[in-house]
């Protein structure tokens, strides 16, 4: 099972360059990042190349840290490979509830991450149609 | 059950009487220092109280006339009869000083000796006082009061949190006299740095005071502790605590009326307001020799309880001090109290009790908003479930406030702690 880190954030200046900061000291690489946000406050979703450790310095530093489960698949990085990913989750009936993405491989791969009610359902279904599932960076 | 049974169920006839022979002699004695000695000759007042309603002629007498005498323009006695003296916090400017003859600290001590037996105290209690001793009347007031009841105390004084739970352990303490916000802290650091489980504690009771703090607050206490939680009230320039003290019943707080007389009055008009009615207590001390007080006016908000108490005291009962009347403020006409905030929070478990409140004004409309901590366990990464408790807090502080709030969640640990005299309400209005 892939995993995210979701960050409680105030929504004001300088908040995410505490976080972004955090990790270069520790030299976490940041793989990914997005944000969704509710007016006053809101919530920062990363990848990095070491949750575990981003959790610990993250939580370290005050800041409302929690892990969520999330599909993270590797697609090819070209044009209409997220349509087919998304094409194979509505013949399943699976709501997308948020995605977003990195490339890995200019030309070659990219990562999808994608928050799903069941996500070991959907491992299962992506695996058997042939996608490579990741898990840790 | 009462220290004094005598006098603390005595007929309300008899305490009349002698509330009335107490305000003579009391306004006697006052005409002796230099402050009332110009204040009744200035306005032509003598001791002719035929009624204790005669009281409502003598003008009050506020912190300003207090800090204006300072140091001892209110003193009546010679100073060779003094034998200690407090002095008030002075949060707002120069702090003002109470002097008390040795007659006045045996009073006192007797006071809070009522009150600790009302709470369930006993000479068999190791009662550990979490107070600060000096100028602070908390230390030293409860301290004689607890000897004078007969219990063993504990001079702990306040702070060194971890001296305070080796005593507690060792001396197997069942009493504590200690603040709200400390008892919080206190109950953190046992449970949650120190790791030691509270069953290990031979606790029964704590009174606290010297903070308005919720009922709900006191629940919240008793069931982190296990204990029964005392409301305790008082004011240096009525001696300190022991002023009114909570009884078993855990229903307001019997005002030891033999030693003061409480009137309830409007803030604004000044006017007494009939009984049960909501507004600023006004106190006069009755047996004080070295440093009378008439009508004082205490900015405390709370109304009298009605009706006789089942522990059979007849001395009256004073509701939980809402607020002060300089704590309240008023956005879109609507009287708040921090107080009321403070309990809407307490009923919310994912957020934390620190709190903030900004008021502002916008196009000439008010706006109140509420900063909160969201507590660090609820925390599970959900926008929606974050949103939930915004939600939350924003209906169940409509409902008590009357007025619809802006709430902000923020970050644990960024607010000012709860501990010490932390500015709870900002102002941005320019009125």
């Not at chain 2, 009462?2 to 005595?10: A, S, V």
């Not at chain 2, 009493?175 to 953190?188: A, D, E, M, N, Q």
Request: hydrophobic share 40%; glycine share 8%; aromatic share 8%.
């Amino acid at each position: 099972m892939g995993k995210q880190l979701s960050i409680f954030v105030e929504n004001k200046p300088g908040k995410i360059n505490k976080i972004t900061g955090i990790l270069e000291k520790e030299k976490i690489n940041l793989k990914a990042m997005t944000i969704a946000d509710s007016g006053t406050f809101g919530i920062v979703k990363i990848i990095t190349d070491n949750n575990r450790r981003a959790f610990d310095v993250l939580k370290k530093a005050n800041f409302l840290v929690s892990f969520q489960n999330v599909v993270v698949v590797e697609i090819p990085d070209r044009v209409g490979a997220f349509h087919r990913v998304a094409k194979i989750l509505e013949d399943e009936k699976i709501n997308i509830e948020d995605a977003y993405g990195f490339i890995m491989e200019e030309g070659q791969k990219a990562a999808l991450i994608l928050k799903v009610p069941e996500p070991e359902r959907v491992e299962k279904v992506l695996k058997r149609r042939g996608y490579k599932l990741i898990e840790n960076f | 059950m009462f220290f004094q049974p005598d006098k603390e169920n005595i007929s309300t006839d008899k305490l009349k009487a002698i509330q009335e022979e107490n305000l003579i002699r009391t306004i006697e004695l006052a005409g002796r220092s230099p402050y009332y000695r110009k204040l009744f000759k200035q306005y032509g007042l003598k001791p002719d109280i035929r009624d204790i309603k005669d009281i409502e002629k003598f003008p009050f007498t506020t912190k300003e006339d207090l800090r204006k005498s300072y140091p001892a323009g209110m003193v009546a006695v010679p100073f060779e009869k003094l034998v200690r003296m407090h002095a008030s916090s002075g949060t707002t400017g120069k702090s003002t000083l109470v002097f008390h003859t040795k007659n006045d600290i045996e009073n006192w001590a007797t006071l809070v000796a009522r009150g600790l037996y009302a709470a369930g105290v006993r000479s068999t209690d190791i009662f550990q006082n979490m107070m600060s001793y000096g100028l602070f009347t908390g230390g030293l007031g409860l301290h004689y009061g607890a000897e004078k009841l007969g219990a063993l105390v504990i001079p702990a004084g306040s702070g060194n949190t971890q001296k305070q739970i080796e005593l507690l352990l060792d001396l197997r303490t069942t009493v504590i006299h200690i603040t709200p916000s400390y008892l919080f802290y206190l109950g953190h650091v046992i449970e949650e740095e120190e790791k030691i489980s509270l069953s290990k504690f031979s606790l029964r009771i704590a009174i606290v005071g010297a903070e308005p703090h919720s009922e709900e607050t006191r629940r919240k206490l008793e069931k982190i502790f296990r204990i029964k939680v005392f409301n305790c009230y008082g004011l240096s320039e009525m001696n300190g605590p022991g002023v009114a003290f909570e009884c078993e019943y855990q229903n307001g707080l019997h005002l030891w009326e033999d030693h003061y007389y409480a009137e309830i009055i409007d803030p604004e008009t000044g006017k007494v307001l009939p009984e049960g009615r909501e507004g600023e207590l006004v106190l006069t001390t009755l047996q004080r020799e070295g440093m009378p007080v008439i009508r004082y006016r205490t900015r405390d908000i709370t109304k009298f309880i009605k009706g006789r108490c089942p522990c059979g005291r007849t001395h009256r009962k004073i509701a939980r001090i809402k607020g002060r009347t300089d704590d309240m403020f008023i956005v879109k006409g609507v009287n708040i109290f921090p107080s009321q905030i403070e309990a809407v929070l307490m009923q919310i478990p994912e957020v934390d009790k620190n709190y903030r409140i900004i008021i502002d004004r916008y196009e000439g409309l008010d706006n109140l908003t509420v900063e909160v901590e969201v507590k660090k366990g609820f925390f599970d990464g959900e926008l929606r479930h974050l949103k939930a408790i915004q939600d939350k807090l924003i209906d169940t502080l409509k409902d008590n406030i009357l007025v619809t709030p802006v709430v902000k969640l923020v970050e644990p640990g960024s607010l000012p702690s709860s501990t010490g005299k932390a500015q709870r309400v900002i102002d941005k209005r320019r009125l």
